[in-house]
């Protein structure tokens, strides 16, 4: 199976859970905000699960950590990879 990287930064990601204004998030928080799926948006808060920014709280939601988020310069070289499998092919 291929996969696809994409690079996304965190700073504006952040910026979205700042946006948000909660303490706790879930996918689907995330991706109505971002207008992505909530797979996507699952992996995006799993990568920043795994940089620190968030912990996981349930199946369902991630607890924010306050402080952690970057916030303006601190991290525009800071960029998140997430894998995903590319769409399969459209049969035609």
Do not use: Q, W
């Not at 696809?4 to 996918?27: C, E, M, Q």
């Not at 306050?66 to 894998?83: K, M, N, Q």
Request: charged share 25%; aromatic share 8%; proline share 7%.
């Amino acid at each position: 199976m291929k996969y696809l990287k994409v690079s996304i930064s965190v700073d504006f990601v952040a910026g979205i859970i700042r946006s948000l204004g909660k303490n706790y998030v879930t996918p689907k928080d995330l991706s109505e905000a971002m207008g992505i799926s909530t797979k996507t948006a699952g992996r995006i808060l799993r990568a920043l699960e795994s940089k620190g920014y968030v912990a996981r709280y349930s199946n369902r939601a991630y607890r924010v950590l306050r402080g952690s988020l970057p916030s303006g310069d601190e991290c525009h070289a800071s960029t998140l990879i997430v894998r995903y499998p590319e769409d399969p092919p459209i049969p035609y």
